[in-house]
Each structure stands twice: as structure tokens, then as C-alpha cells.
């Protein structure tokens, strides 16, 4: 497995997203001991960079995660996020904060949960109108001073953000949705990580299971499952999406890979800094999926990959916390 440079942290360029071990998508927190087996099967194939958050679940994800790593920590860099819940007040509510009393609060229970003594990677999952960005970083800056944590991230934050917080201190990475149907950040955020030398994590580097090409219905998703809500998978806007879909897949087949390759491996053709965090909780899906390392698509797939067909709906309902 090839590797890259987080803004000095050195990670496998494909990692695993543990979300969905837990959390939001259907069979979430069914089966924990494949989930388990998916995590040591990454780390054997020498994916090092693993993704949690507080809120997955909540709490129960980096539960799972940190049961998982219990004699295999120092195999990997742990990554996990803080700020869309709020600890600063009598018990939790739903946040955002990222106020230093909150992140103070919420790097405890996270290095608990996870059985560690220091998290290798610390996002502010989603920026925090009523906190500037520099009393954030301020207070992330003295866990890393304390050895509590050792790089910063940032989540969907907007440029003007991302700008003032790597001033107060080093953002090692940014992780923000990109994909094929996700080419949002190619606008600006993108192009500023780089300027900056701040690495760039794209989540949902699958368009949440949709550009594999293995979701054909609204039936095959759960009722509670987020991405039911979700316009992109909405009723008005699912059989439209399918195209791109099947166009992904007929390039795959060009290339001889499959559709969640051919993804990653556009991803990644996208620049040295870049690393996708896809997410399974199942061993076949993650060999799959790490196996795109490996995959080189020609300039003609590249092309015709770009080109696809956009998408109808926002790829959130509240698109009102991101780009902040
Ligand atoms: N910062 C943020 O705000 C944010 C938001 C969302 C996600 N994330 C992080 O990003 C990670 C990845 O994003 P994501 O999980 O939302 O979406 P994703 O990686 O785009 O897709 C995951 C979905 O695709 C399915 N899948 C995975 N590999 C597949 C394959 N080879 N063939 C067919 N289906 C496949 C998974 O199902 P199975 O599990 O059943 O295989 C799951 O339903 C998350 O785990 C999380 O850590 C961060």
C-alpha cells in the first residue's frame, strides 16, 4: 500500500471509514465481530488510517473501534472527531460546539472509549459559528502540547476557516465529501489544501455506497437508515442517479475493475496528498476496496470519468452546516 503525507502524518492513502460499523446505514450494529475482522484485515493489507467520530453511534463506534485495536493501537493512525455534540452543559446535547471547555470535555471520553492515551488525528467535525476558529485551535493546540492528541483536522470547513485556523496553528488535514458525484471542493477548498500543504481526506469516496453501482432500489435501505432522507437517494431524484451509476460501472468494466475501484482510483489520481477513507463493514467489500491501490486508470478513463452526468439533489438536507 502506497502511502501519503497528512501535513506531516504519514498514512496509507486508502483508509477505512468505521461509520458504518455503527452508525446510520442499514445492518449498522449488527454484526460486530465481522466488524472487528474488517478492522484487522485493513491493518494486515496495511491500511493504517482508521476513521471514527464521537457522534457514530453515539460513542458506540469508537467503542467498537477501540475494542478492535486493543492489542493492535500502534498499527495504526486513529483518527476520530469532536464538536457536533455538546458536553459543556449538564449531560450531552446535540451541539455544534467547539468551544475549549467542550473539546477539553470531549477528548477524555473519546481517549477512553477508544483505549488509547493520545489520538493521532483530531478533527472539529463541523465548524462552530458561535466559536472562532482561533480559540478552537487554541485549545487543540495545548492537547497537543499535553501529548493527548498529535495532528488537527478540520471537517467541511470553508476556505476563509481553514485559512485562519492553519494560521493559529498547523491543520494537517481536511476531510470533506468528494467523489464522482461530490466534485464540489475541486472549487476551492481543494486548491487551497494544497497551497497550504494541509492533506485532504474525501469521505463518502463511494457516494455512500450509491456509485458502486450495488444499491438499485430505495427497498434495499432501512427506514432509519440516513441515507433514506437523503435527496440524492430521495424518490424524485434515485432513478435519475442510477445513470451515473451505470456509467461508472461501464468505465469499470473498461478498466477490468469494479465500480468502487474505479472510484478510488479516480480519487486518487486526483493528487499525492489525497486519501479516501471508504467505508465497509464487511472483509470482502475492504479487500475489494484496498485493492484500487494498485489500479491505474488511463488518461481516456479519467476523462470519461469527469465527464459523468451531475447529479440531481444536494447531498445533504441541511446544507447549511458545511462550507463554513
Ligand atoms: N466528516 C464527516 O462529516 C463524515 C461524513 C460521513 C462519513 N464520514 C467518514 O467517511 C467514511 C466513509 O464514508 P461513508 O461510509 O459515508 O460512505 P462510502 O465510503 O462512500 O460508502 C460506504 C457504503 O458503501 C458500501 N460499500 C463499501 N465498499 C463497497 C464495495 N466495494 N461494493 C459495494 N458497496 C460497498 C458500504 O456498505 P457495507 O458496509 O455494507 O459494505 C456502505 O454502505 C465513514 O465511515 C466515516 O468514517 C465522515
Redesign the pocket.
Known amino acids: 500500500m502506497r502511502h501519503v503525507s497528512l501535513g506531516g502524518l504519514d498514512v496509507s492513502r486508502i483508509g ?6 455503527s452508525a ?4 449498522a450494529g449488527t454484526d460486530e465481530a465481522e466488524a472487528v475482522r474488517t478492522i484487522h484485515r485493513a491493518i494486515d493489507l496495511g491500511v493504517t488510517l482508521l ?3 464521537e457522534v ?1 453511534g453515539p460513542y458506540t463506534n469508537e467503542e467498537l473501534v477501540g475494542r478492535a485495536l486493543a492489542d493492535r493501537r500502534d498499527e495504526v493512525v486513529l483518527a476520530t ?1 469532536f464538536g457536533i455534540l455538546s458536553h459543556s452543559g449538564p449531560g450531552a446535547r446535540r451541539g455544534p460546539d467547539s468551544s475549549p471547555r467542550n473539546i477539553r470535555a470531549a477528548v477524555e471520553g473519546s481517549l477512553r472509549r477508544l483505549g488509547t492515551d493520545r489520538i493521532d488525528l483530531y ?1 472539529q ?2 465548524v462552530d459559528p458561535d466559536t472562532p476558529i482561533e480559540e478552537t485551535m487554541g485549545a487543540l493546540a495545548e492537547l497537543v502540547a499535553d501529548g493527548k492528541i498529535r495532528y488537527v483536522g478540520l ?2 470547513a470553508g476556505p476563509g476557516t481553514i485559512r485562519r485556523a492553519h494560521a493559529a496553528h498547523p491543520v494537517a488535514a481536511l ?3 468528494y ?1 464522482l458525484w461530490t466534485r464540489d471542493p475541486e472549487t476551492d477548498v481543494l486548491p487551497l489544501t494544497r497551497e497550504l500543504g494541509i492533506g485532504f481526506v474525501p ?13 438499485r432500489s430505495r427497498d434495499q435501505l432501512d427506514d432509519t437508515d440516513f441515507r433514506k432522507d437523503n435527496p440524492r437517494f430521495s424518490e424524485a431524484n434515485f432513478e435519475q442517479n442510477l445513470r451515473i451509476a451505470d456509467e461508472v460501472e461501464a468505465i469499470a468494466r473498461d478498466a477490468g475493475a ?4 474505479t472510484a478510488l482510483a479516480w480519487l486518487l489520481a486526483q493528487g499525492d496528498t489525497i486519501a ?7 472483509v ?3 479487500e ?2 484496498v485493492a484500487a491501490d494498485t489500479l491505474t486508470l488511463t488518461p481516456e478513463q479519467l476523462t470519461r470519468l469527469a465527464a459523468l452526468s451531475a447529479p440531481s439533489g444536494d447531498r445533504y438536507t441541511d446544507m447549511s452546516p458545511l462550507n463554513r
Open positions: 477505512l471509514g468505521c461509520m458504518g460499523m446510520f446505514y442499514t445492518g476513521d471514527t467520530a457514530y472527531k478533527y467535525h463541523r471537517s467541511e476531510q470533506t465529501e467523489s469521505y463518502s469516496p463511494l457516494g455512500r455506497g450509491f456509485l458502486t453501482g450495488r444499491i469494479t465500480p468502487a475501484q479516501p477513507i471508504p467505508g465497509t463493514k464487511r470482502s467489500r475492504l475489494e476496496n
